[in-house]
C-alpha cells in the first residue's frame, strides 16, 4: 500500500490529517531535516503505532530511501523507546523520587551503538518518546539533537511527523471501529 492509498483510505473526518500527511513527509514540509531523516522518523513514528495497515504503507513508501541497515535502527530506536519510555515515564511520574536516583539496570547498549548516525538515531527516538508520552525522555533527546546542530524547526518537524502518523492511525483505528 502507498501513503496515496492511506491517505484514500482516510474518512473525511481526517481531511486535515491527510492534507499534513501530505505535507510532512516532503523536505519543504519538514523544514531542517534530510529526506533520510525523514523517512526514518516516518517509520519509527508508524511503528509506534502499532498499526499494521499504517507501518505497511510507510514501510513501502520508504523503502527506496533507507538501507536495510537503516530499517533495523529504525526498529532498534522504537523498541528501545518502547522499553525506555515506560520506564523514565514511571520514574518521573511516580511520586516518590527516590525511584528517579535508583539505577534503571535495563541494557540499553544499541543507544550507544545505534548503527546510524546518533543524531538521527536521536531524532526517531525523540519522535517515538513524543507518541508514548515520555516527557523525561524527550527533554533528553531535545538536548543532544540540539547539541548536534539540529535547528529548533527541525526538532519541530520531527514531532510533525509523529503526531501526524499517530493521527492517521488514530482515525484508522475509528473507522475500523464505526464499520
Known sequence: MSIQDLKS????????IRLNLSSVLTEEGAAGLSATQIAMIALGSAYATKDKLVIQSIADEVADVLSDEDVEAVKAATTIM???NIYYRFTHLCSDDSYA????????NVMARP?????????ISLAVSAIEGCGMC?????????KHGISKEGIQSSIRIAATINAVAQALSIK???E
Not at 548503527?115 to 531524532?123: A, N, Q
Request: hydrophobic share 50%.
Open 9 to 16: 483510505a482516510l474518512p473525511d473526518y481526517a481531511k486535515d
Open 82 to 84: 518502547a522499553m525506555n
Open 101 to 108: 536516583s535508583l539505577p534503571a539496570k535495563l541494557r540499553m
Open 115 to 123: 548503527g546510524i548516525e546518533k543524531v538521527d538515531f536521536e531524532l
Open 138 to 146: 524527550i527533554d533528553s533527546h531535545v538536548s543532544v539533537i540540539a
Open 176 to 178: 475500523d471501529a464505526s
